[in-house]
């Protein structure tokens, strides 16, 4: 696999999906990727960006096209519905994470990973210092960890109406605080962070770690995102990071070149799962 490039695979042509694909037709000679196919729910969205032979119609063909790494950046649903599969013919980068609550498909995830010795990788996304979170799980130190998701209402997709009533210049309002587990089907689109947080901090869990989002109208220009990890013995650590946005975005500017930089990791780490 070395001597030739990773065939990529993206499912999705959001915002970030065409900043993938731009940035691997750009550069991917360069580090080694090559485009495999594009899928997108809406195909008429494909047609003037990319080359007729790149264009997935039926999301179940992707095993015609010898993918290496597939990247799923559209929604959750898609995760549950071709998940298994994607992992079962390929290393599989899932960039809604939230997907994973569901606590039977993140095991049949893991045993199809197993199986078929291929890596789900999970992108650390807007999670800072998730890595060490990982560290602290894994030794045993970690005893609590919660995440706080602070955005202009309008960077908000959440189920249910919940958001639907908010006005200019009311301020902050809490719209949630329980469990991620709890959290992700509210918020699917949202809070892959926490998702990503709550995978490193496996022993803990989606339902172990704590989530709150906040719809706040003062933040106009960036998304706030404050990690808190509780250890041992008084031991404490509090991130507070500041994600430039646009009105409306729900992901930050700073996310898509995290996102880029966990793609240059997915070249295969076994049958597991790897926050990257």
Same mark, same amino acid.
């Given at each position: ?39 997108? @729910? ?10 007729k ?6 999301? !179940?063909?992707?095993?015609? @096209? ?12 898609i995760?549950?519905? &071709?998940?298994?599969? &994607?992992?079962?013919?390929?290393? &599989?980068?899932?960039? !809604? ?26 992108? !650390? ?20 960890? !919660?995440? @706080? ?5 309008s960077? &908000? ?53 704590t ?29 507070? @990071? ?28 076994g049958?597991?799962v790897?926050?990257?």
């Amino acid at each position: 696999m070395a001597d030739r490039p990773l065939k990529v695979g993206v499912v999705g042509y959001g915002h970030l999906g065409q900043f993938l694909v731009e940035k691997i037709q750009r550069e991917g000679p360069k580090v080694g990727l090559q485009l495999a196919f594009v899928w997108n @729910r809406n195909p008429d969205k494909l047609k003037d960006s990319l080359p007729k032979e790149l264009i997935l119609h039926d999301l !179940s063909d992707f095993t015609r @096209r010898g993918t290496d790494v597939i990247v799923e950046v559209c929604h959750p649903q898609i995760v549950k519905e &071709f998940g298994v599969r &994607f992992v079962s013919h390929a290393h &599989f980068l899932v960039g !809604s994470p939230s997907a994973l609550s569901d606590s039977q498909l993140e095991h049949e995830l893991r045993t199809a990973a197993k199986q078929h010795g291929k890596t789900l990788y999970v992108p !650390s996304g807007a999670l800072w210092g998730g890595q060490d979170i990982q560290k602290m799980n894994d030794s045993g130190t970690l005893q609590a960890l !919660s995440i @706080r998701m602070s955005k202009h209402p309008s960077c &908000f997709r959440l189920t249910g109406g919940l958001l639907s009533d908010w006005t200019e210049g009311e301020g902050r309002r809490v719209l949630f605080h329980g469990s991620v587990a709890e959290l992700c089907p509210i918020a699917p689109n949202n809070v892959n962070t926490m998702a990503a947080a709550a995978i490193a901090a496996s022993k803990l869990g989606f339902h172990g770690v704590t989530g709150e989002i906040i719809s706040d109208t003062a933040l106009a220009d960036y998304h706030i995102v404050e990690v808190e990890v509780i250890g041992p013995d008084g031991f404490s650590v509090t991130t507070v @990071r500041q994600n430039p946005a646009k009105l409306g975005a729900v992901t930050g500017n700073a996310t898509y070149n995290s996102f880029w930089s966990s793609l240059l990791v997915c070249k295969g780490h076994g049958g597991r799962v790897y926050l990257c």
